[in-house]
C-alpha cells in the first residue's frame, strides 16, 4: 500500500532541483535508448539512476567519447565499422557503443569476447531483446578469438576494458593479426611480468642496485604492473602503432585508470623495439620476448627500421 504521507520526486529532490526527467536527460546522450539503460540496470525499472549507476554511466560515456572521436576518422565516418570488445563482461561498453554510434547510422558490427558462457548468453539475449542486430557475442578467450572463423578478417577498432590480466596482452595480439587500425586498451592487474620479476630477484640484486625498485613484495606488484604497460606500449610502437597514455577520468577511484590509446599508422619505430629489448635484459625479463612480444624483429637486426608501405 502507498503511504499516505509519500513526498513526490521533485519534493524530495528540493525546490531548486530539476524534475526528474529533465535530470535524467542531463545524464544522456541524444537518442540514447533508456531501455537500454533498463535492461543493464544501470537505471531503475522506474527510470531513475542511483549514485553508483550514475557514476558507471559518466565513465562509459566518458571512455565512448575517446572511442567515437576514432571512429569517426575511417571510411565513411566509421558507419560500417567492425569493432572487438575484449573481455566484455556484461557488454556496458558494446551496448552503448551500439546504442549511441552505430544504431543511428544503421551499420557496424560490434562482437563481444568473452569466455563466461553464462555472460555471452545474457547478451545475446538482450540485442535480440532490442534488435540490436550488429551485435554478436562469442563464448571465446581472446587468444581462441584471433583464430576463430566467427570474426572477420579485418577488425576496425580493438576495445578490452579492464580485460583480467594477460587478457590485455592477447587483445594487442589479436589487433595486430587484424590489423587494427585502433586499439582503445583500459589494463586490468597483470600478474605476469611481476611473478617473473619474483622468480628472478635474487639474481637482478645481485646485478643490479635498479633491482632495489622490486625488492619488497608490494613494490614488484606495482612496478610489474607499470612496467607491463610501459612495455606493452613499446611493442604497439614496434608493430606499428602510436600511442598515446593517458588517464581515464572518471576512473579516479580505481588504480586501473589508464587508457592506452594506439593508432596503425604502419610505421615500424625501430628504436621502440631496441628499447624494449633493453628494458627486457635490465629487467631480467628475457623469457618473456617470444611469449609476449612475438612480432618483435630478431635482436640485433636492422629489420625494426623497415617501414611499411
Ligand atoms: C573486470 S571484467 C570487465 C568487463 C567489462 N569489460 C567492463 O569493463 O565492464 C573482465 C571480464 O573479462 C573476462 N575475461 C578474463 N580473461 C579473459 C580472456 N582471456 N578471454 C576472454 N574474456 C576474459 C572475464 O570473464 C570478465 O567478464
Known amino acids: 500500500m502507498k503511504r499516505a504521507n509519500a513526498r513526490p520526486p521533485q519534493a524530495r529532490q528540493g ?12 545524464e544522456l546522450r541524444p537518442g540514447q535508448s533508456v ?4 535492461e543493464l540496470h544501470i537505471l531503475t525499472r522506474d527510470g531513475r539512476l542511483n549514485q553508483d549507476s550514475r557514476r558507471k554511466l559518466k565513465q562509459v ?3 565512448y567519447q575517446f572511442i567515437e572521436t576514432l571512429l569517426l576518422e575511417l571510411p565513411d565516418q566509421g558507419a560500417a565499422a567492425t569493432v572487438a570488445d575484449h573481455g566484455a563482461g556484461k557488454s556496458y561498453l558494446g551496448f552503448i557503443l551500439h546504442d549511441l554510434f552505430f544504431r543511428p547510422r544503421g551499420g557496424g558490427a560490434i562482437y563481444g569476447i568473452e569466455t563466461r558462457a553464462e555472460l555471452v548468453e545474457r547478451s545475446r539475449a538482450l540485442a535480440d531483446r532490442l534488435g540490436f542486430s550488429g551485435m554478436h557475442f562469442l563464448a571465446l578467450s581472446v587468444a581462441e578469438s584471433a583464430t576463430s572463423t566467427a570474426l572477420p578478417e579485418k577488425i576496425d577498432m580493438v576495445t578490452a576494458l579492464h580485460a583480467c590480466d594477460t587478457a590485455t596482452d592477447d587483445a594487442i595480439a589479436f589487433g595486430l593479426a587484424k590489423q587494427a587500425r585502433f586499439m582503445v586498451l583500459v ?3 597483470q600478474a605476469e611480468v611481476a611473478a617473473s620479476l619474483r622468480q628472478n630477484k635474487a639474481l ?20 610489474g604492473s607499470q612496467l607491463t604497460n610501459v612495455l606493452r606500449c613499446l611493442y604497439l610502437e614496434a608493430c606499428g602503432y602510436q600511442v598515446t597514455v593517458t588517464e581515464l577520468v572518471g576512473w579516479e577511484h580505481s588504480m586501473k585508470n589508464e587508457l592506452i590509446l594506439a593508432r596503425r599508422t604502419g610505421h615500424r619505430k625501430a628504436s621502440a623495439a631496441q628499447r624494449l629489448r633493453a628494458l627486457l635484459a635490465e629487467f631480467g625479463l628475457q623469457e618473456l620476448a617470444a611469449r609476449r612480444f612475438p612480432a618483435l624483429p630478431p635482436a640485433g637486426t636492422a629489420a625494426g627500421a623497415a617501414q611499411e608501405a
Open 15 to 26: 525546490a531548486t532541483a530539476p524534475p526528474p526527467d529533465a535530470a535524467l536527460a542531463a
Open 35 to 38: 531501455e537500454l539503460l533498463k
Open 61 to 63: 560515456h566518458h571512455l
Open 187 to 189: 589494463p586490468c592487474c
Open 204 to 223: 637482478s640484486l645481485a646485478r643490479t642496485p635498479l633491482a632495489e625498485l622490486w625488492r619488497h613484495p608490494l613494490h614488484t606488484r606495482e612496478i
